[in-house]
């Protein structure tokens, strides 16, 4: 995967982070993981179509995303109901749509399809011959993980 | 004993939300995602303006603009959605009213999608995430014009 593809995901991921929850956002450090991908409790994914395809999946654990929907809505949400799901949902969405627009200006002609969301225990998402790039970050409603796995076409 | 009414609020001011003659603007919100109608809803509401009906996506929210109309004053039209994208369905609704006040609201900001979307008869374009501060300038501007 080019490293160019990664650095608008960080970058929107803090802004938009920073923006909805109006609070201190820490990056940690970038790894790699390949096929298959244990998931938090949680887990956005956005498509990406196009000069290439993948996707990019929001992965954390099930208090986090309470957490983070809460200061969304303004209100203490505290069951995974629709309007959770949404959010977070959304939240994937924003940030993948912000990443998209940057690589864009750069040249790379994208676009993302419409959000899922997958919740459950002890869940796993597994792409076939996909290496993801992994971007962490820290929020003081808890730890989110951007998963990014793009390949060109051909 | 004089009244409240006695002493008019010469700087009470009218919210953004009603037409001059004191009817709300009547919305039409289109988002797939249940956390921006919602989002939306709360701040629309706030200042005056009535939210007529939410649509899930394009298809919905072409179909339903329709049965309202012409009671519906503004739609607010996401972009990434199933079934029938926001553009097109912006394009089927200026097709179907070419006098159609819709606001584009996208977490998308690519230039050349903000210019279709224009040249295609939007009024606006936000791009997300939102804030009451941004949503209420842009539907100020749209709906006094
Ligand atoms: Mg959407």
Known sequence: ?154 | MKTKEDFPEINARRPDGLKPEGTPYRVLIVDDSMFVAKQLNQILTSEGYQVVATAGDGLEGYEKYKELFPNVDVVTMDITMPKMDGLTALQKIMEFDKNAKVIMISALGKQDLVKQALVAGAKNYIVKPLDRKKVLERFLSVVSK
């Not at chain 1, 929020?139 to 793009?150: R, Y």
């Open chain 1, 1 to 154: 995967m080019r490293v160019e593809y990664i650095n608008p995901f960080v970058e929107s991921a803090f802004n938009v982070l920073k923006e909805v929850l109006q609070g201190d956002v820490k990056r940690g450090e970038l790894y790699l993981k390949s096929t298959s991908i244990p998931v938090m409790g949680v887990a956005a994914i956005v498509g990406l179509a196009g000069d290439v395809e993948g996707r990019v999946l929001f992965d954390m654990d099930k208090p986090t995303a309470l957490k983070v929907a809460s200061v969304m809505n303004g209100e203490e949400l505290k069951v995974m109901d629709e309007l959770v799901k949404a959010t977070i949902t959304e939240l994937a969405n924003m940030i993948t749509a912000q990443a998209v627009t940057k690589l864009h200006e750069l040249g790379f002609k994208f676009d993302l399809t419409p959000p899922a969301i997958f919740t459950g225990e002890n869940m796993e998402v597994s792409d076939q011959d996909v290496e993801a790039l992994i971007v962490p970050m820290e929020t003081a409603q808890g730890k989110l993980e951007i998963n990014v796995a793009i390949r060109e076409r051909g």
